[in-house]
């Protein structure tokens, strides 16, 4: 069977598995989702927050560009798993102790001020947004490539299944479907790494693999992978720092608090039963997110092997371009592949050196999901990798969709504007919020500022920057008070914007950037993707002045503080 | 459920915090002090294959995070129960 017709039919029944668990979990527990003492076992909500929790971002993207940055891709692989210590250490918990359904909503109460509650809906849905074109960027690729067709159709394709899924799927049974979706993706990840790791390095298991020395040879894979890449002009795969140690660290940072910060995987930890349950939750879904997390890198290391050795067959000696494999061919109708022959000798260099390099495109997306055909794996596992793809993004999207939602209808509309709004039209704002949202992500998914994982980096930034800080010290700083946080908030998140819109134009659209993404403007060297991190202390240092020549909170408000710093009396969370 | 006295109260929390912290200051050395300010120390090291600093940096590091919850999430139900705060 070929691999197009294969690919529809695995994508086809893993998408007929994902509706008919959502029409099935509708059918009677409804309520036992919405309502955390109903109970989704810690276990069950890890894994539902670990397939809510990756992305298009981390199946499709990080692999790839962590293939092209080496060692400068640990940020991507740290940031995003070390964020849930700090979610279970500092947030979790206390959230699930106080109850109630959505982050603005506990910003709202804290601070004991509608004004907090709006400017903490905004930053919501400015990183949110930003999150989605990531995602967007992602199944535009996805779509692309096994429709054949170009990014821009692939693009809207996938606009309109995450329409229908969302707005379907979306509203009830998620945790069930995520679940589904998890083990979907799981094996869609690591079973090509296990096929590939043997191949190369006779080891099943890629994370040893990836530290094995090369079948019949007894160099380390890595070693020969510094080799190969430092003989073509390319730094050293191992020790490629992404620009200095400062960028790295806070880029690190950035992504760590933002992914305490980020509303969608908050709210998961509302479905618990208890707080001690929130609190070993954030652990369930770590070890399920570690599994993908731990062998993307050597996912990416024998990416890069492959296709230098596919472009590179032996030292010297470039590939033929009439005699280029299948995918090769089948990327360059996405665009997303492109080699122009410079000197014409019909052979594809490939170097370091922009003015002799011939493949002028590889975008680190691709490397994902080219990977097994590279590797000349069996048809089923390339289609099974598009499926995983799919649902990574499908799941992370209906995520962060219902969280832009309940963020317009429950908190704005019904809690602000419109308290007597009645439930069918809250219900009816919140599909109006979602087709609006994923219009704007995916008219600004034509022209994404950055490869998925980077776009997604800006939504963790701006985050860290805004959210996270204001739910921190409402929990442990007692005298943070209503001015301190708003003011800290906006600006945290307008230093944020500001950067990232200076060099990367506004709203991400690249003519409006007023100074170039050019790093000898940047701020110390920090690249606009990392620094989230400077904003978060921003915001901090902000908060904490303001708040010191303001007044202190009512009585009611530290009280409520005392109240969420012990487990007892947790009770069910409402919902609304 | 409520603590017995306002000692009491204080004393969870600050041995909450107290736990917090040593556990993070954990965090902290094998992310950002392992895998990134001391990477080229750590490089000069071996495990097989992996220098062991880009180890720490896309493995160790990984590892001890979930680690460190589950460690958190154990010691706190303790606390928990010490000054009868847990939930029934």
């Known amino acids: ?576 | 459920m409520a603590f017995k006295s306002k000692e009491d109260a204080t004393a969870y929390w600050s041995a909450n915090v107290k736990l917090m912290l040593t556990l993070l200051a954990v965090w902290f050395v094998v992310s950002f002090g392992f895998g990134v300010i001391l990477v080229d120390v750590l490089n000069q090291i071996r495990i097989g294959g992996y220098k062991l600093g880009f180890w720490f940096a896309q493995q160790g590091s990984i590892y001890t995070f979930v680690v460190l919850i589950f460690v958190y999430a154990k010691k706190m139900g303790e606390l928990d129960r010490k000054y009868g705060v847990e939930e029934k």
């Not at chain 1, 062998?295 to 470039?318: D, L, Q, S």
């Not at chain 1, 442990?476 to 990367?504: C, D, P, S």
């Open chain 1, 1 to 576: 069977m070929d691999l197009q017709t294969l690919t529809y039919i695995v994508v086809g029944l893993t998408f007929a598995l994902y509706i008919g668990i959502a029409i099935w979990a509708r059918a009677g527990t409804t309520k036992d989702f919405y309502v955390a003492g109903g109970g989704v076992n810690p276990v069950a909500n890890g894994m539902a927050t670990a397939a809510d929790w990756m992305s298009a971002a981390s199946f499709i993207s990080m692999a790839g560009m962590i293939a092209f940055l080496g060692y400068g891709g640990s940020v991507f692989l740290m940031g995003w798993t070390g964020g849930f210590v700090l979610l279970a250490m500092l947030l979790a918990p206390y959230l699930r102790k106080f109850g109630k359904f959505t982050v603005p909503e506990f910003i709202g109460d804290r601070y004991y001020s509608k004004a907090a509650r709006i400017v903490a809906v905004v930053c919501l849905i400015i990183a949110s947004v930003t999150y989605v074109i990531g995602q967007m960027k992602g199944i535009g690729v996805a779509f692309s490539r096994f429709l054949e067709v170009d990014y821009g159709t692939g693009l809207l394709v996938g606009m309109g299944i995450v329409f229908v899924y969302a707005v379907m799927g979306g509203m009830k049974g998620i945790t069930y479907t995520q679940i589904a979706q998890y083990c979907v993706l799981i094996f869609a990840y690591t079973i090509p790494a296990i096929f590939i790791s043997l191949n190369l390095t006779g080891n099943p298991i890629p994370q040893l693999g990836l530290g094995s020395t090369m079948v019949g040879s007894d160099t380390f894979l890595l070693d020969r992978l510094d080799q190969v890449v430092t003989e073509l002009g390319f730094h050293e795969y191992t020790t490629q720092s992404r620009l200095s140690q400062l960028n790295m660290f806070v880029y690190t940072m950035s992504l760590m608090i933002g992914t305490a910060g980020l509303p969608h995987v908050i709210i998961r930890f509302f479905t618990v039963p208890k707080v001690a349950d929130a609190r070993s939750s954030a652990g369930w879904a770590l070890v399920f997110i570690t599994i993908l997390y731990t062998t993307a890198p050597a996912v990416a290391a024998m990416a890069r092997m492959n296709f230098m050795n596919t472009i590179e067959p032996t030292k010297g000696e470039y590939l033929t371009y009439d005699e280029r494999p299948q995918w090769f061919r089948n990327w360059e109708k996405t665009g997303l592949l492109e080699f122009q022959d410079k000197n014409g000798d019909g052979k594809v260099q490939y170097s370091a050196n922009k003015d002799t390099n011939e493949m002028v495109t590889v975008d680190r997306d691709i490397m994902v999901l080219a990977n097994p055909e590279i590797a000349r794996l069996p048809n089923w596992v390339i289609a099974l990798v598009a499926a995983g793809g799919l649902a990574a993004a499908l799941s992370t999207a209906a995520g962060l969709l219902l969280a832009i939602a309940s963020a317009i209808s429950h908190d704005l509309c019904k809690g602000v504007f419109m308290p007597d709004i009645s439930e069918k039209s809250e219900l009816m704002a919140s599909r109006i919020a979602m087709a609006g949202a994923i219009g704007v992500a995916g008219y600004l998914g034509f022209n994404p500022p950055d490869f998925a994982a980077g776009t997604v980096a800006l939504a963790f930034g701006l985050a860290a920057s805004s959210i996270f800080p204001a739910l921190m010290m409402g929990i442990f700083n007692k005298r943070i008070n209503k001015e301190g946080a708003i003011a800290g908030m906006i600006a945290g998140i307008t230093v944020t914007l500001l950067y990232v819109f200076q060099h990367k134009g506004i709203m991400f659209v690249a003519s409006t950037s007023f100074m170039g993404d050019l790093p000898q403007n940047w701020f110390l060297g920090i690249e606009p993707n990392a620094f989230g991190a400077i904003g978060a202390v921003v915001n901090f240092v902000v908060a904490f002045l303001v708040s010191r020549v303001t007044q202190e909170p009512p009585e009611h408000v530290q009280e409520m503080v005392e109240s969420i710093r012990m487990p007892a009396g947790a009770g069910e969370a409402q919902a609304h």
